[in-house]
């Protein structure tokens, strides 16, 4: 079955939770244990509803304060998708799990409190979705019942929203304004009769109707070697090959195939997925692959298409989400994890940090502290095959680990 | 029901579609073992005999393929198991010729590190974690790769696929790794180890039909059986272990049941079913009204009980 993965954004108390405990609740995916444990907690607290952000709020802290700390992984199907959902909490600190979240999903919800409208963190929700790419963006907004289901009030956050998207560097993402009441249900699973004036889609409507492949970020074929399958038993016993998996485009048997970072060629002789060979496996597979030639090839190596090389550099500018308490300065080292590569690196500049405000650019004062974003150039001590950000999702994203603490202190997207 | 022979392990064939169709679960799945055999010096597979477990297995035969699973397979044994359980998994590791490992609660209750629960609820479910801690000690685990699923209870919804635990094994849950795009970073100080868990993102009904297309054959205990029963407290107890706690007025009848999980028999309970095949169980559980940890004792505790539990150090 197709697997759709959805983040949400919004500030707290936009009804985030709410809005996901109503999408299990509706799609009767929770059963009835758990709407049970629900309705008794939601009784504790006084409450005459179903306060649905009790089905996701998960640690104890989040229960006793009634918000979201960490990031929390929500399941459910239909008959045509698997959904997985990330609840990320919206405060301004939180900004590291935003990001998280968004790094790998096709979709995201970015909810609006129609009482508020767009706010300065709508701003930074956006453009965290934009920087990210997330291809097919959901702009939900809710609390509809609270404005008396104004058709006005909606307009008005629409077009105010849309302004943001006028300095959008990212041309094929995919706009869509839901008017929603996460608390009553509305326009959710079910369509309302209390917005007659709205003719689109409910969330749960426009998810099912989304092709998984049109949200799926494409590219050149990359294939990073992750490890060297040597069964040394009689059967196979010169067998030498390289598994990993297929990012961006597919690969064929016969496809003329280089090497990095030696440059060697070679032809893919045979695709393996376990006990069985194929003639073609498309990106998102796991896979086994052996060579015509032998070659000598090590994890953190990669098999490109010949007339598809990557840039091979030592030396990469890229947008820096910074995610550790001790800030990002100039000659600082860092572990790079890029594909299966690990590579020592030394921070060169922070040249400058991109403003909460869409596209303005604000000081750095050459650093960069927690939950901020910013341009940075990186020396690394040996190349990387690479590609920007824009061209290859999986080929032009690292993280950036600390030597000293092992921390994973920040994610960078290559220019 | 097909087994894993030694054929299928061993002489690979040409597939009839030339086309790979991807599962994307299984794909990710397979990523992640492979990031474990290449990031980690000393890894295992914690193997309980349970159904994700067995899926677990399955995965990383084909992530390695023709190779053999280059890590040995280690069971926590409660002596609180399903002796369908135990046979299961004794036959699966002669099968793959793969290392198994046990270790038992009760050598840590003769030791004296742990003791006993009494009464109603005891269960060895806790005790457990005393006993893995000792052994990924003694053996120098630096990765444990587990079943655990995030669908399965709420604080597990929070759960890294690379988490990392302290010396003492626990579990900082408000001081997490992000985990950005495929990106695992398994960079750990000495002393440190990591859970792996790579069906994180597979619900109970994923794992269920995996099971089904694969043909891989689980415990007898998972399909309905008759079996000498009693009900406490709405929960279907087995009455014919010796280890499950009954009471002199809990009355015994003989239903047809099946578990849904193998855990400690002292604190799993069956349901009501008559799937005797896996196409039924799998329907069974697409249109299952109760979560598949409402038949575990251990959670129903508190709401809090598997958060506290994973901050010692439990799986
Ligand atoms: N009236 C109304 N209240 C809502 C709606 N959605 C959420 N809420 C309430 O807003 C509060 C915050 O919701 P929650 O889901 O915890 O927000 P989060 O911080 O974004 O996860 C709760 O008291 C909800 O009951 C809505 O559509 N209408
Ligand atoms: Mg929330």
């Given at each position: 079955m197709e697997v759709l993965k959805i983040a949400t954004a919004g500030s707290v108390d936009d009804g985030k939770s709410t809005l996901i405990g109503r999408l299990l609740y509706d799609t009767k995916s929770l059963t009835d244990d758990k709407v049970e444990a629900i309705r008794k907690s939601s009784e504790q607290r006084g409450y005459d509803y179903l306060d649905f952000s009790f089905a996701t709020d998960g640690l104890v802290a989040e229960r006793e304060q009634g918000i979201t700390i960490d990031v929390a992984h929500i399941y459910f199907s239909t008959l045509k998708k698997s959904y997985i959902i990330a609840d990320t909490p919206g405060h301004v600190e939180y900004t590291r799990n935003m990001v998280t979240g968004a790094s790998t999903s096709q979709v995201a919800i970015i909810l609006i409190d129609a009482r508020k409208g767009v706010i300065e963190q709508t701003y930074r929700h956006f453009f965290i979705n934009n920087l990210l790419r997330?291809?097919?963006?959901?702009?939900?907004?809710?609390?509809?019942?609270?404005?008396?289901?104004?058709?006005?009030?909606?307009?008005?956050?629409?077009?105010?929203?849309?302004?943001?998207?006028?300095?959008?560097?990212?041309?094929?993402?995919?706009?869509?304004?839901?008017?929603?009441?996460?608390?009553?249900?509305?326009?959710?699973?079910?369509?309302?009769?209390?917005?007659?004036?709205?003719?689109?889609?409910?969330?749960?409507?426009?998810?099912?109707?989304?092709?998984?492949?049109?949200?799926?970020?494409?590219?050149?074929?990359?294939?990073?070697?992750?490890?060297?399958?040597?069964?040394?038993?009689?059967?196979?016993?010169?067998?030498?090959?390289?598994?990993?998996?297929?990012?961006?485009?597919?690969?064929?048997?016969?496809?003329?195939?280089?090497?990095?970072?030696?440059?060697?060629?070679?032809?893919?002789?045979?695709?393996?997925?376990?006990?069985?060979?194929?003639?073609?496996?498309?990106?998102?597979?796991?896979?086994?692959?052996?060579?015509?030639?032998?070659?000598?090839?090590?994890?953190?190596?990669?098999?490109?298409?010949?007339?598809?090389?990557?840039?091979?550099?030592?030396?990469?500018?890229?947008?820096?989400?910074?995610?550790?308490?001790?800030?990002?300065?100039?000659?600082?080292?860092?572990?790079?994890?890029?594909?299966?590569?690990?590579?020592?690196?030394?921070?060169?500049?922070?040249?400058?940090?991109?403003?909460?405000?869409?596209?303005?650019?604000?000081?750095?004062?050459?650093?960069?502290?927690?939950?901020?974003?910013?341009?940075?150039?990186?020396?690394?001590?040996?190349?990387?095959?690479?590609?920007?950000?824009?061209?290859?999702?999986?080929?032009?994203?690292?993280?950036?680990?600390?030597?000293?603490?092992?921390?994973?202190?920040?994610?960078?997207?290559?220019? | 029901m097909e087994t894993v022979t030694e054929e299928t392990q061993t002489k690979a064939t040409i597939s009839n579609t030339s086309v790979l169709e991807i599962n994307a679960l299984e794909s990710e799945a397979i990523y992640i073992f492979r990031e474990v055999v290449a990031q980690f010096e000393n890894p295992v597979l914690l193997f309980s005999g349970g159904k994700d477990s067995i899926t677990l297995v399955r995965l990383a035969q084909k992530a390695f393929f023709p190779a053999k699973i280059p890590f040995p397979l280690m069971h926590i044994d409660t002596g609180h198991n399903f002796p369908e359980t135990i046979a299961f998994r004794d036959k699966l590791v002669k099968e793959l010729g793969v290392e198994l490992i046990v270790r038992n609660v009760q050598d840590s209750i003769n030791e004296g590190k742990v003791v006993e629960e009494t009464g109603k609820y005891a269960s060895r479910n806790m005790l457990q974690t005393t006993t893995l801690l000792d052994a990924i000690e003694e053996f120098k685990f630096d990765a444990c790769i587990g079943g655990a699923r995030r669908d399965e209870e709420k604080a597990r919804a929070k759960e890294r696929i690379f988490s990392v635990r302290d010396d003492f094994g626990q579990w900082d849950e408000k001081n997490q790794r992000p985990e950005l795009f495929d990106l695992l970073n398994g960079e750990i100080e000495l002393g440190q180890n990591v859970r792996v868990f790579p069906i994180s993102n597979w619900t109970e009904l994923d794992v269920w039909s995996y099971i089904e297309k694969e043909r891989i054959e689980i415990p007898s205990i998972y399909f309905a059986h008759q079996r000498n029963i009693f009900v406490r407290d709405g929960l279907i107890w087995s009455a014919d272990d010796e280890v499950v706690f009954r009471a002199e007025d809990e009355l015994v009848e003989e239903k047809t049941v099946r578990f849904r999980t193998v855990g400690d028999m002292s604190c799993t309970a069956a349901v009501l079913s008559t799937a005797d095949t896996i196409e039924k169980v799998v329907s069974e559980i697409r249109d299952s009204k109760i979560s598949e940890r409402g038949a575990r004792i251990d959670d129903k505790r508190s709401e809090a009980a598997m958060e506290k539990r994973k901050q010692q150090g439990y799986f």
């Amino acid at each position: 079955m197709e697997v759709l993965k959805i983040a949400t954004a919004g500030s707290v108390d936009d009804g985030k939770s709410t809005l996901i405990g109503r999408l299990l609740y509706d799609t009767k995916s929770l059963t009835d244990d758990k709407v049970e444990a629900i309705r008794k907690s939601s009784e504790q607290r006084g409450y005459d509803y179903l306060d649905f952000s009790f089905a996701t709020d998960g640690l104890v802290a989040e229960r006793e304060q009634g918000i979201t700390i960490d990031v929390a992984h929500i399941y459910f199907s239909t008959l045509k998708k698997s959904y997985i959902i990330a609840d990320t909490p919206g405060h301004v600190e939180y900004t590291r799990n935003m990001v998280t979240g968004a790094s790998t999903s096709q979709v995201a919800i970015i909810l609006i409190d129609a009482r508020k409208g767009v706010i300065e963190q709508t701003y930074r929700h956006f453009f965290i979705n934009n920087l990210l790419r997330v291809k097919d963006i959901i702009v939900a907004v809710n609390k509809m019942d609270l404005v008396d289901y104004s058709e006005e009030v909606f307009n008005d956050i629409k077009s105010d929203f849309e302004a943001l998207n006028a300095v959008s560097t990212y041309a094929e993402q995919q706009l869509t304004y839901i008017p929603v009441s996460a608390l009553k249900g509305d326009n959710i699973v079910e369509k309302t009769d209390a917005m007659p004036w709205y003719d689109g889609d409910t969330i749960l409507g426009h998810l099912e109707q989304l092709e998984v492949s049109d949200v799926q970020d494409g590219g050149q074929t990359r294939f990073a070697v992750q490890n060297v399958i040597r069964p040394k038993t009689e059967e196979y016993h010169d067998f030498r090959g390289f598994a990993g998996k297929i990012k961006g485009g597919k690969l064929k048997v016969g496809d003329k195939i280089t090497v990095l970072p030696s440059l060697t060629q070679s032809k893919v002789k045979e695709i393996y997925f376990f006990d069985k060979t194929y003639q073609e496996a498309a990106a998102g597979s796991s896979v086994v692959i052996t060579l015509e030639d032998e070659i000598n090839i090590t994890r953190g190596d990669m098999l490109v298409k010949s007339d598809e090389l990557p840039k091979i550099e030592k030396q990469i500018e890229a947008t820096v989400c910074w995610m550790d308490n001790k800030q990002l300065q100039p000659g600082a080292k860092y572990l790079i994890q890029h594909n299966t590569n690990k590579v020592l690196s030394k921070i060169d500049g922070v040249k400058h940090v991109i403003s909460t405000q869409y596209g303005s650019h604000q000081d750095a004062n050459n650093k960069l502290a927690l939950n901020e974003i910013g341009s940075v150039s990186i020396k690394l001590s040996k190349p990387i095959f690479y590609d920007s950000y824009q061209d290859n999702k999986a080929n032009g994203s690292f993280i950036l680990i600390d030597p000293q603490t092992n921390a994973t202190a920040g994610v960078g997207f290559i220019d | 029901m097909e087994t894993v022979t030694e054929e299928t392990q061993t002489k690979a064939t040409i597939s009839n579609t030339s086309v790979l169709e991807i599962n994307a679960l299984e794909s990710e799945a397979i990523y992640i073992f492979r990031e474990v055999v290449a990031q980690f010096e000393n890894p295992v597979l914690l193997f309980s005999g349970g159904k994700d477990s067995i899926t677990l297995v399955r995965l990383a035969q084909k992530a390695f393929f023709p190779a053999k699973i280059p890590f040995p397979l280690m069971h926590i044994d409660t002596g609180h198991n399903f002796p369908e359980t135990i046979a299961f998994r004794d036959k699966l590791v002669k099968e793959l010729g793969v290392e198994l490992i046990v270790r038992n609660v009760q050598d840590s209750i003769n030791e004296g590190k742990v003791v006993e629960e009494t009464g109603k609820y005891a269960s060895r479910n806790m005790l457990q974690t005393t006993t893995l801690l000792d052994a990924i000690e003694e053996f120098k685990f630096d990765a444990c790769i587990g079943g655990a699923r995030r669908d399965e209870e709420k604080a597990r919804a929070k759960e890294r696929i690379f988490s990392v635990r302290d010396d003492f094994g626990q579990w900082d849950e408000k001081n997490q790794r992000p985990e950005l795009f495929d990106l695992l970073n398994g960079e750990i100080e000495l002393g440190q180890n990591v859970r792996v868990f790579p069906i994180s993102n597979w619900t109970e009904l994923d794992v269920w039909s995996y099971i089904e297309k694969e043909r891989i054959e689980i415990p007898s205990i998972y399909f309905a059986h008759q079996r000498n029963i009693f009900v406490r407290d709405g929960l279907i107890w087995s009455a014919d272990d010796e280890v499950v706690f009954r009471a002199e007025d809990e009355l015994v009848e003989e239903k047809t049941v099946r578990f849904r999980t193998v855990g400690d028999m002292s604190c799993t309970a069956a349901v009501l079913s008559t799937a005797d095949t896996i196409e039924k169980v799998v329907s069974e559980i697409r249109d299952s009204k109760i979560s598949e940890r409402g038949a575990r004792i251990d959670d129903k505790r508190s709401e809090a009980a598997m958060e506290k539990r994973k901050q010692q150090g439990y799986f």
